[in-house]
């Protein structure tokens, strides 16, 4: 049996909600930076049991946020319950809200993570899913480095291996700017609180 080792992404959240400091709109609750990580020219691909492989970018959908994280299937507990938190978080947002959210999972364990065990794996929490997976290590490599993030795989004695990957999630919006990082551990009513205040600000603009 494969042993599982995880690499918790950790930093400092942001304000705590409600009204920031100088009076001004309500303050995210995860962690922004005063410049974005640019992910628009990113590209790895996307994977379905019953389509062509294809390739992705990492952009939302105009007027839409996209919901990006590195893991894999056989990860016991980091992974599912960040998904799940996020599933919560969607379940706390009116409907119209929550259907601007789509949900892309690189796998750092395309070894196991096929395409006919990320999708079903996926569709278990969400319904607008991409399922990313390379076997070029090269590739998966750049666009962790895009994102901050890392993973490592180490062989064991026995044949089998060992995975280790950060653990923060990240948005990112139309133009292929991470708006906001979450690190493991925010509550799901964090996620809806900063969803919330995202999805409005994108009404907003659609509106002026």
């Known amino acids: 049996m494969t042993a ?80 799940s938190d996020l599933r919560a978080a969607l379940e706390e947002l009116d409907p119209a809200d929550a259907s601007r959210l789509s949900v892309a999972f690189v796998t750092v364990d395309p070894e196991r993570d096929t395409a006919e065990v990320l999708v079903p794996y996926l569709g278990h929490f969400f319904d607008r899913i991409h399922a990313l997976r390379t076997e070029d290590a090269a590739v998966l490599q750049e666009v962790e480095d895009a994102f901050g993030a890392s993973s490592t795989i180490t062989p064991k004695d026995d044949g089998t291996y060992d995975v280790s990957h950060s653990a923060i999630s990240y948005l990112v919006d139309s133009d292929g700017e991470v708006v906001v990082e979450w690190p493991y551990g925010v509550s799901s009513d964090a996620m809806a609180h900063d969803l919330r205040i995202l999805t409005d600000r994108l009404t907003e603009e659609q509106t002026t």
């Open 4 to 83: 599982l080792l995880l690499v918790v992404g950790t930093a400092a959240c942001g304000d705590d909600g409600g009204t920031a400091d100088d009076g001004g709109p309500p303050a995210l609750e995860g962690i922004t930076r005063a410049s974005p990580i640019s992910v628009a020219d990113i590209e790895i691909t996307e994977v379905a049991p019953d389509a062509p492989d294809r390739p992705f970018r990492f952009r939302a959908p105009d007027g839409e946020l996209l919901f990006v994280y590195f893991g894999y299937t056989s990860c016991p507990d980091v992974c599912p319950l960040t998904l």
